[in-house]
Antibody
Framework: DVQLVESGGNLVQPGGSLRLSCAAS????????MSWVRQAPGKGLEWLAN????????DYVDSVMGRFTISRDNAKNLVYLQMNSLRVEDTAVYYC??????????WGQGTPVAVSS | DIVMTQTPLSSPVTLGQPASISCRSS???????????LSWLQQRPGQPPRPLIY???NRFSGVPDRFSGSGAGTDFTLKISRVEAEDVGVYYC?????????FGQGTKLEIK
């Protein structure tokens, strides 16, 4: 079965950094684009970033461009989200999702990130 | 960025009755490859999003056939033919035709 398990969420102070991980299993990880999507408390979904199978191509939403970096390790079946210069408004549950044909067919359970002093 | 607007934002429905959610995009979702990348997701309380429909009208495996999607261009609809208790949650449309991918605000489906 396809599984996506996020980890790394934590309480961090404004200006701090955090690295999220998403462990994938049950499918040929290196053949899929992967993505990160977040959901602020009581709010809707916000797409953050995509990464191509090889890692050679990445896309970001403007609000995180230059602060967040998506990457992957195909040998370990992991996708990462490095988050720097965190702001209070980055507080959210962060989901990793498998990207298939311009949609998402599997989502993880999410990992919570709280940015507060 | 493409803005996705859903209506209504809240939909109280009687069990066994139909429900309909509209999603309108600020520009056409027809991709240069000719496909329209409009998806629908369901989020039950306390759960991650669950994919329901992709490319306007294609149901993912395991999605009951009471869920159907339709539309074209900038106007899309998700219909539930007969609402069941397990359908309670928030429904989102999402476009992946253009970066950044964007979601509608969500429509909360609740039972009357």
């Amino acid at each position: 079965d396809v599984q996506l398990v996020e980890s790394g969420g934590n309480l961090v102070q404004p200006g701090g950094s955090l690295r999220l991980s998403c462990a994938a299993s049950g499918f040929a990880f290196s053949t899929y684009w992967m993505s990160w999507v977040r959901q602020a408390p009581g709010k809707g979904l916000e797409w953050l970033a995509n990464i191509k199978q090889s890692g050679s191509e990445k896309d970001y939403v403007d609000s995180v461009m230059g602060r967040f970096t998506i990457s992957r390790d195909n040998a370990k079946n992991l996708v990462y989200l490095q988050m720097n210069s965190l702001r209070v408004e980055d507080t959210a549950v962060y989901y990793c999702a498998r990207h298939r044909g311009y949609t998402y067919d599997y989502w993880g359970q999410g990992t919570p990130v709280a940015v507060s002093s | 960025d493409i803005v996705m607007t859903q209506t209504p934002l809240s939909s109280p429905v009687t069990l066994g009755q139909p429900a309909s959610i509209s999603c309108r995009s600020s520009q056409s979702l027809v991709h240069s490859d000719g496909n329209t990348y409009l998806s629908w997701l369901q989020q039950r309380p306390g759960q991650p999003p669950r994919p329901l429909i992709y490319k306007i009208s294609n149901r993912f495996s395991g999605v009951p056939d009471r869920f159907s999607g339709s539309g074209a261009g900038t106007d899309f609809t998700l219909k539930i033919s007969r609402v069941e208790a397990e359908d309670v949650g928030v429904y989102y449309c999402m476009q992946a035709t253009q970066i950044p991918y964007t979601f509608g605000q969500g429509t909360k489906l609740e039972i009357k």
